[in-house]
């Protein structure tokens, strides 16, 4: 089945710079890579997802970039706000299956 | 809308006694997913339904574990006997199964605390 690697598990920026959390994936006929915010004690929104026909895709201050060659993917946050403290999870959806695959999250901390 | 809705919200329950957790899909969903998560493991998908059928079960932990869905409206997912290691936060997402893949929107979860 798939596996998703999240790095890091924790990650500290400077309020108003900019955040990188990275994934990779095993399964090559995966398709679909939604990211994941979850506040404490709240459930899993998604933020931004792409599919595997496209390379980048970018909504406001996020955006992720898929590269399918090396199979990994990854979200950017610029100019990190307060609010963007939470934690962040990555995900797969395998070619042959509808439920997704999660990576183990990153807990992002934006500092004043 | 008002989203998925799970019930109980939390639930604390003793060792070896059977739980019962409640999900409501989002009207005109067709697919429904059960997932645990747990600070050690993340998350997990434990099943999934697409139209009532059960398709893949194969993150059910072990026996204890099962889930159903009798209507396109209502799922459950029993445990018994409980364990400790059974405590977790349980959500259950549903979406809309097509040609694309799309979001799988959660519900609140339930708390569960097995004593």
């Known amino acids: 089945g798939e596996n998703v690697e999240q790095h890091p598990s924790t990650l500290s920026v400077q309020e108003g710079d900019s955040a990188v959390i990275k994934c990779t994936y095993s399964?090559?006929?995966?398709?679909?890579f939604p990211w994941y915010k979850q506040e404490l004690g709240k459930r899993p929104q998604l933020i931004i997802d792409?599919?595997?026909?496209?390379g980048e895709k970018k909504d406001q201050r996020i955006a992720v970039t898929l590269n399918k060659t090396a199979k990994h993917f990854s979200l950017h946050i610029t100019e990190t706000q307060p609010e963007d403290s939470a934690v962040y999870f990555c995900?797969?959806?395998?070619?042959?299956?509808?439920?997704?695959?999660f990576g183990k999250g990153t807990h992002l901390i934006i500092q004043p | 809308d008002a989203g998925v809705i799970q019930s109980p919200r939390h639930e604390v329950t003793e060792m070896g006694q059977e739980v019962t957790l409640r999900c409501k899909p989002i009207s005109g969903h067709n697919s429904l997913f059960w997932y645990r998560q747990t600070m050690m493991r993340g998350l997990e998908l434990l099943i999934y339904f697409n139209n009532n059928v059960p398709i893949d079960d194969s993150g059910m932990p072990e026996d204890r574990f099962s889930a159903k869905m009798p209507n396109a409206s209502f799922s459950t997912l029993k445990i018994q006997p409980s364990e400790p290691r059974d405590s977790a936060v349980y959500f259950c997402?549903?979406?809309?199964?097509?040609?694309?893949?799309?979001?799988?929107?959660f519900g609140p979860g339930t708390r569960l605390t097995v004593t």
């Open positions: 997402a549903s979406t809309l199964i097509g040609n694309l893949p799309l979001e799988q929107y």
């Open positions: 995900a797969a959806k395998g070619g042959g299956a509808d439920g997704l695959t």
């Open positions: 399964d090559s006929a995966s398709n679909y």
């Open positions: 792409i599919r595997s026909n496209v």
